[in-house]
């Protein structure tokens, strides 16, 4: 029988290797901290980003979670002076994927959350950013990515949520917003519709 511990190691070992990804970019960021003793890491949040928003591919994200963005570069960027956050997961508009922090670690992303019961949603999910503007679409490249990292973090981890930035801080956030075809997402996993936010389109 396996330990507490145990329990959220990966078994696809081939896939991970203390909780970083095998087919992403790994670039560590300080901003993290470990999960409360016997969390159960069983929520996916997806979040969407850029900086300045709505301008893509230009490495300031990466720069955010690694603290080592120039806050003078942009007027937009003394909003978020000194800001320091991360997330487990970014990926590109080009779906390139990037990896901050080990998914058995506890990233900043979500910040005051509150779902399925339990409030601090840092504590016991994993946190997807995709490179976009909360309303607008995003690009086949980044589904594609985005499910093929789905399913392996639900072969991987007790995963069964799959929520928004928005459904997690209700009126405080609303990423990725409208433009996310989370039908989409059901579609490509074929998961329980269980597992998402009421928004799925069965039709």
């Not at 969390?39 to 980003?49: E, R």
């Not at 994993?126 to 490249?141: D, K, R, V, Y």
């Not at 405080?172 to 989409?184: E, N």
Request: proline share 6%.
């Amino acid at each position: 029988m396996r330990t507490p511990e145990e329990e959220f190691i990966p078994s696809s070992r081939s896939l991970w290797q203390g909780g970083w990804y095998r087919f992403a970019r790994s670039s560590a960021s300080p901003n993290f901290g470990p999960r409360p003793a016997r969390a159960c890491i069983d929520l996916i949040v997806i979040h969407s980003i850029s900086l300045p928003p709505g301008e893509f591919g230009n490495g300031n994200v990466q720069r955010l979670f690694g603290n080592q963005l120039d806050w003078d570069a942009h007027p937009y960027f003394q909003s978020i002076r000194g800001l320091q956050v991360s997330s487990h997961f970014f990926i590109a508009r080009s779906g390139a994927l990037w990896q901050f922090v080990s998914c058995n670690e506890r990233a900043w992303h979500a910040g005051q959350s509150s779902y399925r019961g339990r409030d601090n949603c840092n504590d016991d999910s994993i946190g997807i950013e995709m490179e976009g503007l909360e309303g607008l679409t995003f690009e086949s490249a980044q589904y594609e990515t985005l499910s093929s990292l789905c399913a392996a973090l639900i072969q991987a981890y007790p995963i069964a949520h799959l929520a928004g930035h928005e459904h997690v801080a209700v009126g405080r956030k609303q990423d990725p917003g409208s433009g996310f075809d989370w039908t989409r997402l059901y579609r490509a996993l074929a998961t329980p519709i269980g597992y998402f936010p009421g928004v799925v389109e069965l039709t």
